[in-house]
């Protein structure tokens, strides 16, 4: 009489319907238990039934799935990534939005992390199960086996407009990106600071791009053709920030004595610049999320959104007070 199922659950120390579940691919078990399980399985000869095989063993690769406007926005993140998940054995794709979807299921990769604004929120939670988890980085999805994983943005973007107005700045002018969660907590925090500093944001300088450097150039072309142009111009990114400050190079406004400028992210070029801007750790929210995604692959499911702090770097596109020019 061969192996059994009753053996090995026996020799592992657990019930059989663990065994089942572990050779059934499911997520509802702790990983060193699934391992163990599978290492007997193969140390008693015991031979598993045709398509049973459990993907946990078969299945260890991940997907990290981004959008292809900016790829150098995301070298970080993706190291952040791979130094986690390669520590735990598992190996890691990284795709576009464009074939992103198609990568999304069990047999293919047996997980997800998502920083792409054109993955439909309808899509994830359709995609997400204890089979399937996602962890997503920029937005909050309540969805069961969805893990939100998003920047701080309220609060380090406070701490920015607050720096500005203590600084002396008293005209604002923003310039969003595209509609995400991003851009909306990013322009409610500097019309809450304002308004509690008994200021505004006029509607004229308010500014909408697309987050890439060249929407940056032309919103700062609208803003010099102003009869009086703002004290300073907060940018969604740092991309458009930099495009801002090129234009306003070019009609001889000086940066940041006739109007000052910042970012959000902290890119390589920006520091080279001397952008004023907020940092966003993206080394260690890309090791956070593979560490989240790992976790649910386990089978612990991890409710609720988890902020990662920013940190707002002053640099030279911002006086460090504008009264001595008055």
């Known amino acids: 009489m061969g192996v059994t199922i009753e053996n090995v659950a026996k020799a592992a120390g657990v019930s059989t319907a663990t065994v089942s579940n572990v ?3 499911r997520r509802n ?3 060193k238990t699934r391992e163990r399980v599978l290492a007997l399985c193969a140390e008693m000869g015991y031979q598993l039934p045709e398509g049973r095989v459990g993907r946990a063993r078969l299945n260890k690769t991940i997907l990290f799935n981004m959008s292809e406007f900016d790829r150098q926005f995301y070298l970080k993140i993706i190291h952040g990534i791979s130094d986690y998940v390669y520590s735990r054995g598992y190996d890691l794709i990284v795709c576009t939005s464009r074939s ?13 992390v998502t920083l792409d ?3 439909s929120t309808e899509m994830l939670a359709r995609k997400a199960s204890a089979e399937y988890p996602i962890v997503v980085m920029d937005r909050v999805m309540d969805k069961p086996w969805i893990k939100s994983l998003v920047v701080n943005n309220y609060d380090s973007m406070s701490e920015l407009a607050q720096g500005l107005v203590d600084r002396g700045y008293r005209r604002f002018a923003f310039l969003g990106g595209l509609e ?3 851009t909306s907590e990013r322009l409610q925090a500097v019309q809450h600071v304002l308004a509690k500093n008994h200021l505004r944001l006029i509607n004229e300088n308010y500014l909408v791009g697309d987050f890439k450097e060249k929407s940056g150039y032309q919103a700062a072309r609208l803003l010099i053709l102003s009869e009086s142009h703002p004290d300073v111009l907060v940018c969604a990114n740092d991309n458009m920030a930099i495009g801002a400050i090129k234009a306003f190079r070019e009609s001889r406004l000086r940066v940041p004595e006739d109007i000052a400028v910042t970012g959000f992210d902290d890119s390589p070029v920006s520091e080279m610049m001397g952008l004023t801007t907020v940092a966003i750790p993206n080394y260690e929210r890309g090791y956070l999320a593979a560490q989240f995604l790992l976790r649910m692959i386990s089978g612990i499911e991890d409710a609720g959104p988890f902020k990662v702090a920013a940190k707002v770097k002053w640099r030279n596109t911002v ?3 504008r009264e001595s020019l008055r």
Do not use: H, I, W
């Not at 992103?100 to 997800?112: D, I, L, Q, W």
């Open 319 to 321: 006086l460090a007070k």
């Open 180 to 182: 995400t969660d991003d």
């Open 23 to 25: 050779l059934n691919g």
């Open 117 to 119: 604004m054109n993955c």
């Open 29 to 31: 078990v702790g990983a």
């Open 100 to 112: 992103g979807e198609r990568f999304m299921k069990p047999s293919v990769t047996c997980g997800c």
